[in-house]
C-alpha cells in the first residue's frame, strides 16, 4: 500500500509540474500539522484544513496539502476558488471523519466551488451516515435530508484518485458544472439498505470519465443527471444499489438533454437495476441520445434492462400525463448475465416521444436458468446477433 500511494504521489508530482510551462518551477507543500489539526479524530481539524488550503490557494505557485496518518476530525467546508494557481493536489494518507452529530452538516460536508486543478490523492472520507439512516428509518419529519460527501461545481480540470468514500449521509461523491473530470480507482461503500446514497452523481458536466472502480452502496451506483455530456464508465464494480442510471430527468419542463455516454466493461452485481434510462412522466424540453453500454456482466439483477418514462413518485405532478424526454440511438452490445426477475428487459416509453433507434446487439439474460422475458410500449429499434430474451421491437 506505501509504495502504491509514493507511486500516486510521484506522478502527481509529475502532473503538479508539469501543468506550467517551466519545469522548474517551485511546488509548495503543506503539511495540515503544521496549521493545527490533530490525527485522533476528537479535536476539530476544520480551521486547520482550510487554513491550508488558503496558502496554497492563494500561492502562485502548485501546492501539496499533506493529510498524514490519523483521523482527523472535520465539520462541513468549502474550498473556494478561483485560486492564483491552477494546481493544488490533495495528498491523503489517513481518514476525515464526519462529526457523529448528523444535524451539523451542511448540504455539504466537503465541498470545491470554482477551483481549476485540484486532485485528490488516496485518504478516506468517513461522514459517519448510519445514525441519519436510522433517523429516516423511523420516519421522523425532523431528519434532515443529509449531506454529500464530496462535491466539486463549477471546476475544471479535477482528478480524484484512489479515494473512499465510506457511509455517506447521502450522495456520495456529486460533479456539477464541471469540465475534464477523471475519477480512478475510486471506492464507494455503504450497506445497500442506506437511503439515497448514491455513488457518483454528474449533471450539466462534460468530459467526465469514471475507471477502475468499485461502488457499493444503497441508490445509483452512478447517477447521470441532466446536461452531461461525453460521459465515459469504463470498468467498474456495482452492488449492491440501483445500478447505472440516466435519470431521473424531465422534472423540470426546461432541461439540458444528456448525449454522448458510454458505460463500458462492467460488472452488476445484486442490485435493483442494471442499465436503466428513467424520466418523470410530463413534459419536458429534455433529451437523451447517444448512449452505448457495451460488455456488460449482471448477476442476480432484478431490471437488468430497462427503460422508464412513466415516473411519478407518489403520483404527483403527473399523473395522466406522459414524458417530453426523447430518447434515440442507444445500443445494448454484449450484454450477459442473470436476471432475479421474469422480465429482463422492459422499454416502458413515452407515448408522445416514443423511444427510437434502440439497438440490441448480442445480449442473453436469463431467468431461473431459462431465457428471460422482455417487454415493449412505444419503443421502436433493432437487434443483431442472439438476442434473448427474444426482442419486443
Known amino acids: 500500500m506505501a509504495n502504491s500511494i509514493q507511486a500516486i504521489v510521484f506522478i502527481s508530482l509529475i502532473f503538479l509540474l508539469t501543468k506550467s510551462s517551466n519545469a522548474k518551477i517551485e511546488v509548495n507543500k503543506f503539511n495540515v500539522l503544521k496549521f493545527g489539526a490533530k490525527a485522533d479524530g476528537k479535536k476539530d481539524s476544520s480551521k486547520a484544513f482550510l ?31 478561483p485560486c492564483k494557481n491552477n494546481a493544488i493536489s490533495f495528498q491523503i494518507d489517513g481518514t476525515l471523519v464526519a462529526p457523529s452529530n448528523f444535524k451539523s452538516l451542511q448540504e455539504f460536508w466537503i465541498d470545491f466551488h470554482k477551483v481549476d486543478g485540484v486532485t485528490i490523492l488516496g485518504g478516506k472520507l468517513d461522514a459517519q451516515g448510519t445514525a441519519l439512516w436510522a433517523c429516516k428509518a423511523t420516519q421522523d419529519k425532523d431528519c434532515p435530508s443529509g449531506a454529500t460527501t464530496l462535491g466539486f461545481s ?6 480524484i484518485l484512489g479515494l473512499t468514500s465510506l457511509n455517506s449521509q447521502m450522495f456520495h461523491i456529486v460533479i456539477n458544472g464541471c469540465k475534464k473530470v477523471k475519477l480512478q480507482s475510486v471506492k464507494v461503500l455503504a450497506p445497500g439498505n442506506s437511503p439515497n446514497t448514491d455513488g457518483i452523481h454528474v449533471q450539466l458536466s462534460s468530459d467526465v470519465k469514471i475507471l477502475n472502480s468499485k461502488i457499493s452502496t444503497g441508490d445509483d451506483c452512478v447517477s447521470i443527471g441532466p446536461g452531461t455530456t461525453n460521459l465515459w464508465i469504463e470498468n467498474v464494480a456495482c452492488g449492491p444499489g440501483h445500478g447505472i442510471s440516466i435519470g431521473s430527468l424531465g422534472k423540470d419542463f426546461e432541461e439540458a438533454g444528456v448525449q454522448n455516454v458510454t458505460v463500458k466493461t462492467i460488472t452488476i452485481r445484486n442490485t ?59 445500443v445494448y452490445q454484449d450484454i450477459q448475465g442473470t436476471s432475479a426477475t421474469e422480465v429482463a428487459m422492459k422499454f416502458d416509453c413515452s407515448k408522445s416521444k416514443p423511444c427510437k433507434g434502440i439497438r440490441l446487439e448480442n445480449v442473453k439474460l436469463t431467468y431461473k436458468k431459462k431465457p428471460a422475458l422482455a417487454s415493449c410500449a412505444n419503443a421502436r429499434g433493432t437487434t443483431s446477433g442472439l438476442i434473448q430474451p427474444s426482442s419486443c421491437f
Open 51 to 81: 487554513d491550508s488550503w488558503n496558502v496554497a490557494c492563494g500561492s502562485t505557485n502548485p501546492g501539496i496539502i499533506s493529510v498524514p496518518q490519523g483521523r482527523y476530525l472535520i465539520k462541513s467546508l468549502r474550498f473556494e476558488g
Open 272 to 330: 435493483q437495476n442494471g442499465l436503466r434510462i428513467k424520466s418523470w412522466g410530463r413534459p419536458s424540453t429534455g433529451f437523451v441520445r447517444g448512449v452505448i453500454f457495451q460488455g456488460v456482466k449482471m448477476f442476480n439483477v432484478q431490471n437488468p434492462i430497462i427503460i422508464d418514462q412513466n415516473y411519478c413518485p407518489n403520483n404527483e405532478n403527473c399523473p395522466g400525463k406522459v414524458s417530453g424526454v426523447a430518447i434515440s440511438d442507444v
Open 154 to 159: 463549477s471546476s475544471n480540470d479535477i482528478e
